[in-house]
């Protein structure tokens, strides 16, 4: 077995050997030589090759999102390291579990003019779960710090950040370890199944006739059926999900901004909760966070065993728990309440239902209708990326299929690593992944498709309105030049020639016919990883949303 000579580079393979932490994606660089030769040259680790630092993180991000496992970064000193800040920001939000280790020089090259050298310490402070600054040499003191930063990384899912400093010569290598390091005993931390004020939630509940439950981001299959069946039974009980919410019933409401967009201020009141309980990550809809700003309810309770966000100005209980184990312990002490809470949302639900079909059925080719094609033609039990901006908002409107697992990147709700999060969980995953995307996000992203792991049957289902789309149906659109250029960066860009460069499939579709024949096309390719660009019209996109708005009731 070959080694980096360096002791303090053999304390750190060897600990994460031990704490079974293995897939390791390295972006190249000389600083980082001791850990790219130890992780490279050691079988027990898979490691990735990913020259671009943010495409790396993100990668990380999506292998990580689908494993529930840390996945570490490793790089080289300097400015290098920054590019890894977005997706750490995404991890701290959304909760996922990343393990940055960087390579620095010594203490003394810091801040003296030389080369490839930045402040590295703490760098990630604000949004990580913990900071582990190695001293040159290898030490217990070093040891547990790697040992702590594995664990909390684990416990607080999230993002953790080791900063190693190595001094020159750095592609020394030897065949056996020179180290015996310290590894920490893992402490499993036991999940309590005991409600803290047990009685005073029964008390508002029980008492309660109009309970709302706003889920959010949501792992699939993460709440038992039980459960589901309970809240879907329970006339008091008005549960609303999201595309990203993975949970099903034929009572739950899964389109939230079509049911409440049109509603007056008699109907918010008559909607407005006695109780609000959310669990969950980041919720996407604009409009339901505008709502129960204004109709605050009586009480509001977030279910999370780590945070909880005081999203609407309401919040009076974090309840400390997985939120299946509340539930599973909850619900059986609950009493059943009589009331109409269920049954007036249900009657307008009904008719949203009517009135999205018909227009649906008449309006031209456009991006609301590419949605609608698109999710419909989804493969059943596939897993759907979705890309940010307009593209989870158009995705809101449709119904998905319950067999198909979602997912988004909402902890910061950015555009900037979507893809290459896509390509990191269709790698994980055994599943099918399909991944939707807007133009600027994908162009955005583009060195996402710079990677030797995409699986073949990869898809990419690109709609192209040349700009960022979503400006247009913001406040403040104007056909001015500014606009264009500024907000939504007009462009002419296509993918055909990334796709020929990265030996990606390439088919597109410009009307409603062409793109029914790409999308049988489109999933008969699995020689190859794919691209579907479909173009719909710039200026038309934003008038047939806005107009579906209108006639909903």
């Known amino acids: 077995m070959i080694y980096p000579k360096i002791a303090l580079a053999q304390s ?37 090759s990913i020259a671009d630092e943010r495409c790396a993180a993100f990668f990380a991000l999506g292998i990580a999102q689908q494993t529930k496992k840390p996945t570490v970064l490793v790089c080289t000193s300097g400015s290098a390291l920054l590019n890894y800040y977005p997706a750490i920001a995404e991890a701290f939000y959304s909760e996922i579990p990343l393990i940055v280790v960087s390579a620095d020089r010594p203490q003394s090259k810091i801040d003296i003019g030389d080369g490839q050298t930045i402040r590295q310490e703490n760098v990630f402070i604000n949004h990580t779960v913990y900071n582990a600054n190695l001293t040159e040499n290898a030490s217990v003191e070093n040891d547990v710090k790697i040992n702590e930063a594995i664990e909390m990384a684990i416990s607080k899912k999230g993002p953790v950040h080791i900063n190693a400093p190595f001094e020159e010569p750095l592609y020394e290598t030897v065949s056996a370890l ?24 029964l008390s508002s509940w029980n008492k309660a006739s109009k309970k709302m439950i706003l889920v959010g981001v949501n792992e699939p299959n993460s709440i038992s059926a039980p459960t589901i069946e309970t809240f879907g039974n329970d006339e008091s009980v008005v549960v609303f999900t999201e595309t990203t919410s993975n949970l099903h019933h034929p009572t739950f409401i899964d389109h939230i901004d079509t049911l409440i967009t049109p509603f007056n201020d008699g109907d918010f009141a008559q909607l407005q909760p006695d109780i609000l309980v959310t669990f969950g990550g980041m919720i996407v809809s604009k409009r339901i966070k ?39 312990t909850f619900l059986k002490k609950t009493q059943v309440m009589h009331s109409d809470y269920y049954s007036n949302i249900e009657k307008v639900v009904e008719l949203r239902k009517i009135r999205t079909n018909e227009y649906l059925s008449k309006i031209e080719f456009s991006d609301f209708k590419v949605f609608e094609k698109v999710i419909g033609s989804l493969p059943k039990n596939s897993q759907l990326q979705i890309s940010n901006s307009s593209a989870i908002r158009y995705a809101q409107l449709i119904t998905i299929d319950e067999t198909i697992e979602v997912f988004c990147n909402r902890g910061t709700s950015g555009i900037d690593g979507s893809t290459s999060t896509a390509i990191g969980a269709a790698h994980a995953s055994e599943k099918q992944t399909v991944f939707i995307t807007g133009d600027i996000g994908f162009l955005y992203d583009s060195n996402a498709l710079w990677n030797n792991y995409i699986p073949k049957n990869f898809k990419i289902i690109l709609v192209n309105n040349g700009g960022g789309g979503i ?78 708005f209108r006639e909903l009731v």
């Not at 020179?178 to 005073?200: G, R």
């Not at 020929?500 to 990883?529: G, I, R, V």
Request: net charge negative.
């Open 178 to 201: 020179s180290v015996h390091s310290f590894i920490s005993t893992s402490v499993k931390e036991n999940q309590t199944t005991a409600i803290p004020n047990l009685e005073e939630l």
């Open 471 to 548: 400006f247009r149906i913001l406040p403040g659109h104007q056909e001015a030049p500014v606009f264009n250029t500024f907000f939504e960066t007009s462009h002419k860009f296509t993918a055909e020639h990334l796709a020929k460069m990265y030996q990606f499939e390439y088919l597109k579709a410009t009307d409603e016919d062409t793109l029914t024949e790409s999308l049988e096309l489109l999933y008969a390719k699995n020689d190859a990883p794919c691209i579907l660009e479909v173009f719909t019209p710039t200026i038309v996109n934003d008038l047939v949303l806005m107009q579906f």
């Open 290 to 328: 505008a709502f129960l700003r204004k109709y605050k309810p009586k009480e509001h309770w977030h279910i999370d065993i780590l945070r909880a966000y005081d999203t609407f100005g309401a919040l009076s209980n974090h309840i400390k728990m997985e939120p299946n184990a509340f539930f599973d």
């Open 12 to 48: 750190i393979l060897e600990i994460f050997l031990a704490k079974e932490i293995t897939t390791i994606i390295i972006s190249p660089g000389s600083r980082n030589a001791p850990l790219t030769i130890g992780f490279a040259s050691n079988p027990s680790f898979k490691s990735y």
